[in-house]
């Protein structure tokens, strides 16, 4: 009998990344959605096509694959979570802790046993798997949460893996890129530590995490803001352009500067690192609209993610200004994309309360400081 594994969230990333490796690896994968579209889809055809996006475009078909609707099936939901041996998801950061009630029945149906469980949060955000923990705790009965306390494992992970805009004819293809890292800290029961293909544990992954937030979602990031300043249409366009890719290898030094010293990175391998990144926003087959790739600007750059964090910290470090991360941050309160609904929030914010106003809101920075002022120099200095 298969091992199981319920993973919340159907979409490309979940498809694509982790729910390929989960049943590479053996499990019973069972995706939870509140897509009903997508959920029937994936009962009916039972597996899915996985594309690389290469020159070959290597091909993989997931098989046996099944779907519950986790707003509709919450009573066949928490059964599959009382009968999982691991817990993933790929749902989004806000959307996160929204998952907390219902994984804690699913524990609590199991809290009379002796069986172990695993719950790996895979977002783009630090802490991930902590924040379900805290939302799931406070549904627990004392039982649950003694069950909780010696079963259940909220090991932290780091996810990489680009997903670009795509369309297929069948609605559960999905395209990739090659290169993925999925990173796991090591939980202290070696029974919390199930064994996926492409999966590894690290002792300590703050210096994985930060690593990747602050050089590929930086760097993201700011090719797509400061590709979108000059009317660049994609990330591919805007990584060749040179003043583009000026200012994001700009702003891969500083972050660069800040890992070395915080994580005693060697420097020629981070140099590598940053050079492999750049080298991934330049491919063909993965290129994506920078409006995509820039929605959620205030999230973006609010005090504890991929600018605002690393420009602080850089300060206090180096007690030196970041010019290209404060450029990044500008950019991003240039960003005017009509269609998402966090661009138009932080232009409604600086039309009606003013550009310092917004600048303190949104990133935690004060009036005064060089950081700040940077960031208000360069809004002013694009066109």
Request: charged share 25%.
């Amino acid at each position: 009998m298969k091992k199981l594994a319920v993973h919340f969230g159907a979409g490309n990333i979940g498809r694509g990344f982790i729910g390929w490796l989960l049943a590479q690896s053996g499990y019973q994968v069972v995706f939870a959605d509140v897509a009903e579209s997508l959920v029937k889809e994936i009962n009916q055809q039972g597996q899915y096509e996985v594309i690389l996006a290469n020159e070959q475009q290597d091909h993989f078909t997931i098989k046996g694959v099944q779907a519950v609707n986790s707003n509709k099936e919450t009573d066949k939901l928490i059964q599959l979570i009382r009968d999982a041996q691991i817990i993933t998801t790929a749902v989004g950061p806000t959307v996160l802790p929204k998952l907390g009630e219902v994984i804690a029945k699913g524990i609590e149906q199991r809290s009379t046993s002796d069986r172990y469980l695993t719950v790996i949060a895979c977002e783009n955000m630090i802490g991930g798997s902590a924040i379900l923990k805290e939302a799931v705790y406070p549904s627990l009965t004392d039982q649950g949460r003694n069950y909780a306390d010696k079963y259940v494992a909220f090991p932290n992970s780091a996810v990489d893996r680009i997903v670009p805009t795509q369309v297929h004819e069948n609605p559960l293809t999905v395209t990739v890129e090659p290169f993925y890292e999925w990173l796991v800290e090591q939980p202290v029961n070696e029974k919390n530590t199930p064994k996926i293909a492409g999966m590894s544990y690290v002792p300590d992954l703050t210096p994985y995490i930060e690593r990747k937030l602050f050089t590929v979602n930086t760097g993201h990031a700011v090719t797509a803001y400061f590709g979108y300043t000059k009317n660049i249409q994609s990330i591919e366009d805007a990584i060749l352009n040179e003043k583009v890719l000026f200012i994001v290898r700009s702003a891969l030094e500083e972050t660069g500067a800040l890992l070395e010293k915080k994580f005693q990175f060697s420097h020629k391998e981070h140099q590598a690192y940053i050079d492999k990144i750049i080298e991934r926003f330049k491919n063909p087959y993965v290129s994506d609209y920078v409006t995509r790739v820039g929605r959620s600007p205030i999230r973006k750059i609010s005090e504890n993610d991929r600018f605002t964090q690393p420009a602080r910290q850089f300060v206090e470090a180096f007690n030196e200004t970041p010019k290209a991360l404060a450029i990044g941050i500008a950019a991003a309160m240039k960003f005017k994309e009509p269609t998402d609904e966090e661009a138009c929030a932080l232009q409604e914010m600086i039309e009606e309360k003013g550009l310092d106003s917004a600048i303190e809101q949104y990133t935690g920075l004060k009036p005064y400081t060089k950081l700040f002022e940077k960031v208000r120099t360069s809004y002013n200095e694009f066109v």
